[in-house]
């Protein structure tokens, strides 16, 4: 089964990580993602822009409205997210206790995936839009 | 990260927040600010033991509120602070502060603990000082570092500055659509302010100095998740970005400025530069420009020139054309001299600034650039007489080292002439 890992965490307090405090974090969270890749676990993994940088769009009304800012004004932000193969959801819990260990604080929401499409896209990560 | 790497980060990330709410409560600024270092240090106790709160802005608050209440009921009757034991189970009662905390109320009590340090009363340098103590927490000597003078003479140009703050009335009802715009536009340009600090240091000063530009972009975000669809904030935030993310390539090793056309571009930061560009792009589809997001498109054009003759030029005249018509003045026209030297030559551009002369007699980049264009020019004699006077004017070694670079290699080419004479 595919799993989707989404991760929440509050923004304001991972914006107060230092630089070598995020880097210390990342270093600690690519130890796990490197055991998971080796045993062909790992599907993408995306590290979002703060919600300053996102744009929602409304599709309730017609036409949609497009708003600056995250869909929803919660605590804690949806800030990435892995996708993930196990055998269980208690395979699942276990690799995201791992994770948990790697960078404590915040939540993660592990969603079961019913349509996965694999990615065809170079990674293009913050390149300029056009 | 250990549990006081994350304490610290989550009472940082906490703290505009909190403070603001004190400040609403208490409607004074130290008790405000004392309320909240009472908390914290209870934080520092309890959270490592019980774990931390779900939401530790309104435990600070709550328990900040209920510390400054205790200090000035003890003031009153000297009764002991009750143990920590009491002041236990919280979660029922953050929960329903939590609750009343709605984001309209906090986003005006942020906007007003940002606005009350850029008071207009205030020297730029006070208000600096002031946010970087009141919003980010900062120390004192973590601030008087950045700023290379002693601890205390921070600590008397703090307190002076709250003097002032304290004197001066900022009204505690939630400000009308008007005063909102207003207050909001103030905070930018404070915010930009300590960019600026920290964008100006060179190798002769500190990190300390350096990490202002952080705690700036910090600040915008925060500004622009309490305002979300203000295209200027999104422009102030892509500005300080797009600037930031040059910073590896600024400074060469012995810690000399590197201008942009020799810089490594290699060096330069993708991720923010990224960002940058995105919130330029958001800020873009408002159809409203202003000066914060022309100054960004100008940097998002060098940001996008994978090489120094990729750079569209004409376009970042035409965008300082804009700026100069947007608020006219001499800096930004000395800064268009530069994109009308690259596209009509420094004879052109020289002309362009000429009027200026009077204005930015005491300006170190005008008679820096005007050098620069005379040598450009082979007009040694007068070239060598503005960067004289450049250097007299430098504001730090740094900038003086890079006008000297200068001399020298005039002084090497009239050599070089005075041989080929002889």
């Known amino acids: 089964m595919l799993y989707a890992v989404l991760c929440y965490h509050r923004e304001d307090v991972v914006g107060a990580w230092s630089k070598a405090e995020d880097d210390a974090v990342m270093a600690k969270l690519a130890v796990v993602q490197d055991r998971l890749a080796k045993a062909g676990r790992l599907g993408p993994v995306a590290r979002l822009m703060p919600t300053t940088a996102a ?25 990435g997210f892995y996708v993930i193969e196990c055998a269980s ?42 | 990260m250990n549990d006081l790497a994350w304490i610290e980060a989550a009472l940082t990330g906490a703290r505009p927040q909190a403070v603001a709410a004190l400040l609403r409560y208490f409607r004074d600024l130290d008790t405000a600010e004392e309320a909240f270092q009472d908390a914290s240090l209870r934080a520092l106790k309890t959270w490592p033991v019980k774990g931390p709160p779900r939401d530790p ?13 205790d200090a000035a009921r003890r003031r009153r009757r000297h009764e002991p602070l009750p143990p920590d034991e009491l002041l ?54 973590q601030i008087a570092r950045a700023f290379l003078v002693g601890e205390s003479a921070m600590e008397q140009r703090i307190t002076r500055a709250k003097a002032r703050v304290a004197a001066a009335t900022v009204p505690f009802e939630a400000p009308g659509a008007p005063e909102r715009a207003e207050r909001v536009a103030a905070v930018a340009a404070m915010i930009y302010l ?31 998740r309490l305002f979300p ?35 490594d571009r290699a060096l330069w930061n993708r991720t923010e530069i990224g960002e940058g560009l995105a919130l330029l792009d958001k800020a873009l589809r408002h159809a409203r420009p202003g000066p914060y997001q022309v100054q960004a498109a100008i940097a998002a054009l060098h940001a996008r020139a994978a090489h120094p003759q ?18 006219p003045s001499p800096v930004v026209t000395l800064n268009r001299a530069v994109a009308v ?68 290699r005039l002084d090497v080419g009239m050599a070089q002439g005075d041989a080929s004479l002889g």
């Open chain 2, 229 to 263: 669809a203000e295209p200027e904030i999104m422009g102030l935030a892509a500005l300080m970005l797009l600037q930031h993310a040059r910073s590896a390539a600024r400074l060469d090793a012995e810690g000399q400025l590197v201008l942009l056309d020799a810089q």
């Open chain 1, 55 to 79: 744009t929602t769009l409304r599709k309730d009304s017609d036409p949609p409205l497009v708003l600056d800012g995250p869909f929803a004004e919660t605590k804690e932000q949806l800030l």
């Open chain 2, 88 to 141: 236990s189970d919280l979660e029922d009662t953050e929960a329903a502060l939590a609750e009343r905390l709605d984001s309209d109320d906090y986003r005006d009590d942020i906007l007003r603990l940002l606005f009350i340090c850029c008071h207009p009363e205030l020297p730029a340098t006070q208000q600096i000082a002031l946010a970087l103590r009141i919003v980010s927490g900062l120390t004192v000597a």
């Open chain 2, 310 to 327: 990729d750079t569209d030029w004409a376009e970042i005249d035409f965008l300082y054309a804009t700026l100069e018509a947007m608020q």
């Open chain 2, 341 to 408: 030297a690259k596209l009509r030559g420094p004879a052109a551009a020289l002309e362009l600034i000429a009027p200026l002369a009077e204005r930015l007699a005491g300006y170190f980049h005008f008679h820096g650039v005007r050098g620069a264009l005379l040598l450009q020019l082979d007009r040694g004699e007068e070239a060598r007489e503005a960067f004289n006077r450049a250097i007299a004017l430098a504001n730090s070694p740094a900038e003086a080292a890079h006008i000297r670079a200068h001399l020298d």
């Open chain 2, 194 to 224: 300590v960019f600026n600090e920290g964008y100006s240091a060179t190798g002769d000063t500190n990190d300390m100095r350096r990490q202002l530009c952080g705690e700036a972009i910090r600040l915008a975000r925060l500004l622009l």
């Open chain 2, 57 to 69: 802005a309104a435990w600070l608050i709550l328990v900040g509120r209920n510390a400054a209440v």
């Open chain 1, 89 to 130: 959801l208690e395979a699942a819990l276990e690799t995201v206790r791992e994770l948990a260990r790697a960078n404590p604080g915040g939540a993660y929401e592990v969603r079961p995936i019913a349509v996965f499409h694999p990615s065809h896209l170079p990674d293009r990560a913050g390149v300029a839009p056009e």
